[in-house]
């Protein structure tokens, strides 16, 4: 899918050492040059960011980017190569299990014992945290609930659809009353409809105060769930900033979307060399024109003689940012 | 909160006991049955002065008692840990608790000691009601069956938990198992064994259960030196494998 992409535009990475306007609030996790090497590789290159109280924070980036590895690290169950990281003003690898106790959190994998009930699930996991089982008990009824799973409490876990055991492991993350929720991936897999349950309960939770710590390659729950993003690509920061800001700095309001004839397609990408967009994409397919008006830049490409078999013009997304910063490039 | 890693394999195990329950019973009966009776009225008809003048039954009752813990520990070490990681990953789940790697790797020895201690002693009783037993000393065989089962799970699990592939486990099973299982004096006494293997034998940990619990069912004496001997040689080994299982634990889970 390598297209030769003509770009127009370089913005220096944003900053995220900077409290966004809603929430200006208590930092819970504060890293600073932090890095993770496994042997020659390095996972995570030097980031460098604040994440406040209440805020959902998001991770995006390609598979292998530095994600999980950046998760684990606030997870506290891998220990940073170098620099500073802080949670809830704590050390990871002194206080990893303080902080811990703190946390919530759902793996990029259901880690559900199968041959349990979804109530004992809850259970075990509860008791890993010290909690007493009346405590448990009480919390069970009220996370299935809220996961909307009270009726399947009786069932083994084994059956139950992608969708079910993902609300149980967020059920169960919960047990503990976290503070922070790290979720890796929390809807990989899932088909649309559990997509949008999850979504939702999970704006439930940030509702509630609960601060919510994501990765994800989707865009739309990016869009959906974040305040604010971090683009990360070959383990550092490509930009960051809130999905508004993002779009503004690297990306254009509008985009339209071309397709030639094949034979033409050549012919018309040189044609379109030096047309008054703010960047051009060649795809296989198809020719991207970043741009303020898209009708009025479809206008002008019929205008300078040139007649697309199809034109779409649409707004810019999470999407073109995302791509733009981390490239076409189809990756493991 | 090893105990509470210890809890969590509890809840699971009240859930799968059937299955365990069969191979508990049915490993010593078959055991006892086939080795001591069916073996035993061939050999005893042959004098056992070799067997130090007891019959076949109660010389090698004891011993099934130290291989079976060897074999519970083995398997409680083996594949259940190598699982927990690549499989149901409750070794995963629980590391995102305040449990640290030490905590679940104690948790699920304390679980295997409770595996080790309900087989041994579901062996002594079926020994006692075979008839192959000639001491009340054979209670004090119990501790030491778990201790010897231990001696082994300790250290495969430290192994286990840095396993990438199962492959590893067959060798032990087929390379390392069997032959402790045959050439430890459980069968046969040692000195049916040419000399120069005898200290291979004695190098063996299995050997060390096997004397020490066949001396505590006939009521023999080792001396106190003797016994203290074999139970420090037990008590190291499953000692640097709780040493090793904490690191091993530590390294594997928190990469």
Redesign the interface.
């Known amino acids: 899918m390598a297209g030769k992409s003509v770009r127009r535009m370089s913005h220096p990475p944003g900053s995220l050492h900077q409290v966004p306007g809603s929430s200006a609030s208590e930092v819970l996790v504060r890293a600073h040059g932090l890095t993770k090497r496994?042997g020659n590789f390095t996972a995570v290159d030097g980031i460098d960011f604040d994440l406040y109280r209440g805020e959902a924070f998001g991770f995006l980036g390609p598979n292998g980017a530095g994600k999980s590895s950046t998760m684990r690290m606030i997870?506290c169950?891998?220990?940073p190569t170098s620099g500073e990281l802080t949670i809830l003003g704590l050390d990871p690898v002194r206080d990893?299990?303080?902080i811990?106790?703190r946390?919530g959190?759902v793996?990029q994998?259901?880690?559900?014992?199968?041959?349990?009930t979804v109530r004992?699930n809850l259970?075990?996991?509860g008791?890993?945290?010290?909690l007493s089982r009346r405590v448990i008990r009480e919390r069970t009824e009220a996370l299935l609930d809220f996961v909307q799973l009270t009726d399947r409490a009786k069932d083994k876990v084994d059956p139950l659809s992608g969708g079910l055991k993902r609300r149980l492991t967020i059920a169960r993350?919960l047990i503990?009353e976290p503070e922070i929720l790290l979720l890796d991936e929390p809807t990989t897999g899932l088909d649309p409809q559990a997509r949008h349950v999850v979504w939702d309960r999970l704006f439930r939770l940030k509702q509630r105060g609960v601060t919510l710590i994501l990765t994800t390659h989707y865009m739309d729950e990016a869009e959906q769930l974040c305040d604010r993003l971090a683009v990360m690509d070959h383990g550092t920061f490509a930009a960051a900033g809130s999905p508004r800001e993002l779009i503004r700095e690297y990306c254009s309001p509008e985009v339209l979307e071309l397709r030639f004839d094949p034979e033409l397609h050549d012919t018309a990408a040189d044609k379109l060399e030096d047309f008054p967009a703010e960047r051009m994409e060649v795809l296989a397919d198809r020719i991207l024109l970043y741009v303020t008006d898209g009708d009025e830049a479809l206008a002008l490409v019929r205008a300078i003689g040139l007649d697309p078999l199809t034109s779409l013009v649409r707004r810019g997304t999470l999407e073109d940012v995302f791509l733009r910063l981390t490239g076409r490039r189809l990756e493991d | 909160?090893t105990w509470?890693?210890f809890?969590?394999w509890l809840?699971?195990y009240r859930?799968?006991w059937r299955s365990s329950v069969w191979s508990s019973v049915l490993g010593p009966v078959f055991y006892l049955g086939a080795m001591g009776l069916g073996l035993g009225s061939l050999v005893d008809k042959h004098g056992t002065a070799s067997l130090g003048g007891v019959s076949y039954l109660a010389f090698v009752a004891p011993a099934i008692l130290a291989s079976g813990a060897m074999n519970t520990g083995m398997s409680e070490a083996s594949w259940p840990v190598f699982g927990s990681l690549k499989w149901?990953?409750?070794y995963?789940?629980?590391?995102?608790?305040?449990?640290?790697p030490e905590d679940i790797f104690r948790g699920h020895l304390m679980f295997m000691a409770m595996r080790l201690a309900m087989n041994a002693a579901v062996t002594i009783a079926f020994m006692w009601a075979f008839g192959a037993v000639r001491s009340a000393w054979v209670v004090l065989a119990w501790p030491v069956a778990v201790l010897t089962g231990l001696a082994f799970a300790a250290p495969i699990a430290a192994y286990a938990v840095l396993m990438r592939n199962e492959m590893s486990f067959v060798y032990i099973f087929r390379f390392g198992l069997m032959p402790l299982m045959l050439f430890s004096g459980t069968f046969f006494p040692l000195s049916q064994l040419p000399g120069w293997l005898r200290p291979v034998a004695y190098a063996t940990p299995l050997w060390h259960g096997v004397v020490l619990c066949r001396a505590l069912s006939l009521g023999e004496s080792l001396g106190l030196f003797g016994t203290l001997g074999h139970v420090a040689y037990l008590a190291v080994l499953a000692s640097i494998g709780i040493w090793a299982g904490g690191r091993a634990y530590r390294r594997r889970?928190?990469?």
């Open positions: 496994f997870g169950v891998s220990p990893g299990s303080a811990r106790a946390l959190v793996p994998e259901d880690t559900l014992d199968v041959e349990l004992e259970l075990v996991y008791r890993y945290f010290g993350s503990n | 909160m509470a890693a809890r969590c809840t699971v859930r799968i149901n990953k409750i995963i789940g629980a590391q995102a608790s305040p449990l640290r889970l928190y990469v």
